[in-house]
């Protein structure tokens, strides 16, 4: 009895270290940021985001969903976060006097997609350089969610009123 | 007029994501996350600190007069502000935060401006600068006078007057202890230290890298420094093991999140007890048990189900009440009535059943899940019975008068026999059977032993 639930406990532990590896994250420490580069980061949730969402399948891209053109892709970590993605940004100068002739900001699109959830969906996310943007993706559980099967989508695609 | 009390900053805000009299959403938001995303969407982060400052002194201060002129509500809109740029602010449901601006409002989302002598905050009138300019404050202008050298309270005395000034650490309207007054750190003994010990134990529960604080003595220890240094990573704050002002209240508002739920639990577990029948038809203007089973239901799918309102369990059918229903009606393909027939609710019933009891492996951390929402009796198999047996066996290792039960998820006569035990010392009605009230008994019990005693499933 005893040696079965050793091997037991080992194949747990080999699945544990697996997952581990999954889910590595780059270290937080140095906020120091690539030039021409904003930072984005996510955090996966639930129930109103009293639950984090481990092991979810974030993937930053740009165009349509259908067609996306992948820019980066990561996981979340068992606080439901993931790392540092760096993104290219317009130069920071643009934004910090008026009259700019294009947005100072570059835009992405974000996908969180996690086993029992709801995939959620955030496009135009603003992206600015040497800025960290932090993105909440409070998912709701499938069983919760009825007949409504589809991602949901928010629009960030506001222009600055500046 | 509020009287001659020092204005509460609120726990949250209802937005309207539309000019007053569209048709829109209202959605409803903690107060920090609002300023947070309206700073977000007003102004560029770039911006220099004190620039950035003074915009989130006016954007609070905005959205406070607002909430205590009551200038929407008294005019019979169920909404404190809109999202409309052209008479409010710019609010954009769902978006990203930037780090830094973050920061900034965690300091000082209890802060507002006052002109003269009044207490109440003011109305901070602002625009752009560029394509409008008005009597108030100019947002880019706001930019200039920050690279010339101005404090926050200098750049909004020189839109808004000498006689500016700004209420610091204004009282926050919650449950529960305000912040000392001053950070606690390392060495530091006290009530308070005990509150956080407590606080970030429970949020340690749903959030399992933060570490448990192993004895919750109220004193800053290392192991409390090393809670609370995680908090920190994981919520966005600076990491410094120190609980400051914008740590405490953060701590403050996660825990009483994670209560509020527990607490919405037990109270849906006595008004299951109360298991009238369903009358057929209610709807604005009822009252009653009804009303609050309703009600009770509807909360717990606004927690799966975010993009449903909350709403007060206070047996009346109110407004709110026509709305979440509405919501709820709109969301599950239902006739959008706002009146609850059977079919709808049937359909509250069977969404709430699925939504509780598919809840993910250990979203209830060590804790037990919440009742099923069914009696359990004896000839039953699955999954809930499992956790019965899991409850009730983890209670029978700690009290000798209890037998031990093996967990088979097969509801025999040793299980009901082992129900019987418990209901027979913890002085409830006798059945054999598991109804709300059995389940929660146990489930507090079993939550007890594990988070008390240091009891394990297994």
């Known amino acids: 009895m005893g040696d079965i639930m050793n ?156 | 007029m509020p009287q001659a009390i020092l204005p509460e900053i609120p726990q949250s805000i209802t937005v309207h994501l539309g000019a007053p009299d569209r048709a829109a959403r209202n959605v409803t938001v903690p107060f920090a996350e609002y300023v947070k995303n309206v700073a977000s969407s007003e102004i560029y982060p770039t911006w220099p600190e004190n620039a950035l400052i003074a915009n989130i002194n006016v954007i609070t201060s905005f959205a406070l007069n607002r909430i205590f002129t009551e200038y929407y509500r008294s005019r019979g809109y169920d909404f404190d502000i809109t999202s409309s740029t052209a008479i409010d602010q710019a609010f954009v449901e769902g978006r990203d935060i930037f780090e830094n601006i973050s920061s900034l409002v965690d300091e000082r989302f209890n802060d507002y401006v006052v002109k003269g002598d009044g207490i109440e905050p003011y109305f901070t009138q602002f625009c752009n600068g560029t394509t409008s300019t008005c009597a108030g404050f100019s947002q880019w202008g706001s930019v200039d006078l920050a690279n010339a050298g101005l404090t926050p309270l200098e750049i909004l005395r020189n839109y808004y007057g000498e006689d500016i000034n700004i209420v610091y650490d204004a009282p926050v309207a919650q449950e529960g202890e305000s912040y000392p007054g001053f950070p606690l750190v390392l060495g530091d003994r006290g009530n308070a230290v005990k509150i956080v010990q407590t606080e970030l134990n429970r949020i340690s529960k749903n959030y399992p890298a933060i570490p448990q604080i192993v004895r919750e003595d109220g004193i800053f220890g290392l192991d409390t420094q090393a809670a609370v240094r995680k908090f920190q990573e994981i919520f966005s704050l600076t990491p410094n093991g120190e609980v400051d002002k914008a740590t405490w209240y953060k701590i403050k508002r996660y825990y009483t999140g994670v209560k509020s739920l527990s607490d919405l639990f037990s109270e849906g577990i006595t008004l299951e007890e109360t298991e009238v029948p369903f009358p057929q038809r209610l709807a604005q203007g009822d009252t009653g048990a009804e009303v609050r089973n309703l009600q009770y239901y509807l909360s717990v799918m606004a927690y799966f189900n975010p993009s449903l309102p909350e709403l007060q369990i206070n047996g009346v059918f109110d407004d709110a009440t026509v709305s979440a229903v509405r919501a709820f009606q709109e969301y599950y393909g239902l006739a959008v009535t706002g009146v609850v027939n059977a079919g709808t609710w049937g359909t509250i019933k069977r969404i709430y059943i699925e939504s509780v009891s598919a809840l993910p492996e250990g979203y209830s951390g060590n804790l037990a899940k919440i009742y099923p929402g069914y009696f359990l009796t004896e000839g039953q198999s699955g999954q809930n019975v499992r956790d019965l047996q899991t409850y009730l066996s983890t209670i029978g290792r700690f009290y000798g008068e209890l037998p031990v039960l093996p967990v088979t998820g097969y509801f025999g006569s040793q299980t009901r026999e082992a129900v019987e035990r418990f209901q027979t010392l913890f002085g409830i009605e006798v059945t054999g059977a598991v109804g709300p009230i059995t389940w929660y008994s146990i489930a507090r019990e079993y939550d007890f032993l594990v988070t008390t005693e240091g009891a394990t499933p297994e």
Do not use: C, H, W
């Open chain 1, 7 to 162: 091997e037991k406990t080992a194949e747990e532990y080999a699945k544990e270290l697996i997952e581990m590896y999954k889910t590595v994250k780059p270290p937080v420490e140095e906020k120091t940021i690539p030039q021409a580069s904003g930072g984005l980061t996510v955090n996966a949730t639930t129930l109103r985001k009293l639950y984090p969402v481990p092991s979810a399948t974030v993937t930053v891209f740009k165009g349509d969903y259908d067609n996306m053109e992948i820019i980066d892709r990561g996981y979340t970590d068992d606080s439901g976060q993931t790392g540092i993605f760096y993104l290219e940004a317009p130069d920071r100068a643009l934004s910090e006097s008026a009259g700019a002739q294009q947005p100072p900001y570059a835009s992405y699109n974000i996908s969180v997609k996690a086993d029992g959830f709801i995939e959620q969906i955030n496009l135009n996310v603003p992206i600015f350089s040497g800025v960290i943007s932090v993105q909440s993706a409070d998912l709701i559980p499938i069983s919760a969610a009825g007949k409504n099967r589809a991602p949901r989508v928010f629009d960030e695609g506001q222009k600055y009123n500046l």
